[in-house]
């Protein structure tokens, strides 16, 4: 759609970024388009992921200080507003960018073993082919649950809402890319 719409790789990066809903389909069709496309739609996809955090958190304060005030008796522990995997994420992203993720040699441990060869893995490379892998797999997890049966008997005007809502989503998002660029 984006080369029948004459789009740019930048263009398309950012209006698929922008108007489509999940990370694995923002970088399949991405990448489908350019490698350029494709980096710049993980990076506004993930722009947004990263907003909605800030979001939730200040959303989850604002609720629990609303009822606390009305004498609901509810705590708010800040803690557990942030999950677990957040921090992990936080940390090996400014490890990474600030260069502390090392690069491990191995060498071969056998008893009767004369070989001093040894190999090196860097850990941000690993990191890096273990998300390309599991983004694959994730992709193809969602491609199998797709059940034809099912769809059918939802009917059609669930279709067509479901139809009808990316295309509205996608209009929007080509005249805002119009108006700002």
């Not at 722009?47 to 629990?64: E, K």
């Amino acid at each position: 759609l984006g080369g029948w719409l004459g789009l740019s790789s930048e263009s398309f990066g950012v209006w698929a970024g922008t108007t489509i809903h999940a990370v694995p389909q923002v970088v399949a069709a991405g990448f489908a388009f350019s490698p350029e496309a494709g980096s710049l739609a993980t990076l506004v996809k993930l722009v947004r992921v990263a907003c909605l955090a800030p979001m939730v958190f200040f959303l989850a304060i604002y609720h629990a200080r609303r009822h606390a005030d009305n004498g609901d008796g509810l705590t708010v522990r800040y803690a557990r507003l942030v999950p677990w995997f957040v921090w992990g994420f936080l940390i090996l992203s400014i490890a990474n960018t600030i260069g502390l993720l090392p690069e491990l040699s191995f060498r071969p441990l056998t008893p009767f073993s004369t070989s001093t060869s040894s190999f090196t893995i860097q850990v941000s490379a690993a990191c890096t082919f273990a998300a390309n892998l599991l983004l694959t797999m994730d992709m193809a997890a969602i491609g199998l649950e797709v059940n034809i049966r099912q769809l059918i008997a939802v009917g059609g005007q669930a279709l067509l809402a479901g139809l009808l809502s990316p295309i509205a989503v996608g209009a929007a998002g080509l005249i805002l890319l119009a108006i700002l660029f």
